[in-house]
């Protein structure tokens, strides 16, 4: 059964709610997202700020710079030198 306020789209719990519901169950997704609001409050309460949701596209950004930094890595182990530059023509 999922719930209503996790599958709302557009928010950082949402998108971490349907990644862990594709690897796993839907229990287990829960809990993670529970996980998560609670760091979320943590890291209100303490500093006393107001949360700034970060948005959907975050997860998938990070995601893109982990495996970027992992290729390189695996590339530099193997004895290459990798050198990233920014693309700014996508033709």
């Known amino acids: ?3 209503r306020g996790l599958t709302h789209q557009g928010h950082l719990l949402s998108e971490r709610y ?3 519901v594709r690897r796993r169950s839907d229990a287990k997704a829960i809990v993670r997202s529970g996980h998560q609001i609670l ?3 943590y890291r209100v309460l303490v500093p006393a700020q107001p949360y700034k949701d970060p ?3 975050t997860l998938s950004r990070l ?3 982990r495996l970027t930094h992992q290729v ?3 590339l530099q182990d193997a004895a290459y030198q990798v050198h990233i ?3 700014t023509d996508a033709a």
Request: charged content about 20%; aromatic content about 4%; glycine content about 4%.
């Open 1 to 3: 059964m999922r719930q």
């Open 18 to 20: 349907r990644q862990v």
């Open 39 to 41: 760091f979320a409050a």
């Open 55 to 57: 948005g959907p596209t």
């Open 63 to 65: 995601t893109a710079q």
């Open 72 to 74: 390189v890595r695996r």
């Open 85 to 87: 530059a920014t693309c």
